[in-house]
C-alpha cells in the first residue's frame, strides 16, 4: 500500500493488517488442534479449543473499533478505505472460521466421551487439510496482496464442496446399513460441515483480497467471469 505523509496513518493501517494475520493465525492453530483431538481424544486440546474462542471474538471486537476509528479520523479513500473494509469483511470470516473449530472440538469431546462407540470408519483428515491449506493461503494472499494466490484458493473451494458430499454419502451408506452407528455418523457428519465451512470462509477472504487489489466486487460469480473480471 502507498505511504502517507502521516507516518501515524501507516502505523495505524500496518497494526491493523498485522492484527489480522494474528487473529488468522490463531484460528488456524485452533482448526489443527480440534481436527487432532478428533483423532487422539485428547481432552486438554478439546478443552483448550473451545476456550479459545473468546480470544477470536475479542480479537474481532478490537479490530472493528479500530477500523471505524480509523475511518471516522482519517476519512479514508481508495485503496486505504477498501483496506478497512477488506479487513472488517475478513475478520467477520476469521470469528466464524474459529466458530466451526470450537464446533470441531465439541463433537470431538461427545465423541470420545463415548469412547468412540459404533464409530464409522471414514477419513476426515485429507479435507481438513485441504480446508486448513486454504485458510493459509487466503492470509498469505492478504499479506501479499496477491491476487494469484487469491484465485488459487477460490478455485480449490469445489474440491473441498465434493469431498464433503462423499462424506456425508459415506455416512447414509453406514447409517443405513447399521443403525447404532447413526448417532457417531451424524457428529462426524457435523465435523465434515463445520471443515466445508471453513473452506466457504476462506474462498470469501480471498475474494476480498480481489477486491482489495483490483477494485472489484467478485463475490457471487464464477470463476470463469472471476477471472475476466480481473485480468
Known amino acids: 500500500m502507498s505511504e502517507h505523509i502521516s507516518k501515524q496513518f501507516d502505523a495505524e493501517l500496518e497494526s491493523v493488517r498485522s492484527r489480522v494475520l494474528q487473529m488468522g493465525g490463531l484460528v488456524e492453530e485452533q482448526i489443527l488442534r480440534a481436527v487432532e483431538a478428533l483423532d487422539t481424544g485428547d481432552m486438554e486440546r478439546i478443552e483448550k479449543t473451545i476456550a479459545d474462542d473468546h480470544r477470536v471474538n475479542a480479537l474481532e471486537v478490537g479490530l472493528d473499533e479500530a477500523c471505524i476509528h480509523i475511518i471516522a479520523r482519517r476519512q479514508p479513500a481508495a485503496g ?54 486454504m485458510l493459509r493461503q487466503s492470509l498469505d494472499a492478504f499479506a501479499r496482496l496477491d491476487v494469484a494466490e487469491a484465485m488459487h484458493v477460490v478455485k480449490q473451494d469445489s474440491a473441498v464442496d465434493d469431498e464433503f458430499r462423499a462424506i456425508m454419502r459415506q455416512l447414509i451408506t453406514f447409517m443405513m446399513e447399521d443403525p447404532r452407528t447413526i448417532t457417531r455418523a451424524l457428529e462426524i457428519l457435523f465435523i465434515a460441515k463445520a471443515i466445508e465451512r471453513i473452506g466457504d470462509h476462506a474462498k470469501n477472504m480471498s475474494e476480498y483480497v480481489i477486491y482489495l487489489v483490483k477494485g472489484r466486487d467478485v463475490r457471487h460469480v464464477s470463476v470463469d467471469e472471476m477471472e475476466r473480471l480481473i485480468d
Open 80 to 133: 486505504d478505505l477498501r483496506l478497512l473494509i477488506t479487513v472488517i469483511k475478513t475478520i467477520t470470516d476469521l470469528e466464524r472460521i474459529g466458530d466451526e473449530a470450537e464446533k470441531i472440538a465439541r463433537m470431538a469431546k461427545l465423541i470420545h466421551a463415548a469412547e468412540r462407540q459404533h464409530m464409522p470408519r471414514i477419513e476426515i483428515k485429507h479435507v481438513a487439510q485441504r480446508a486448513v491449506a
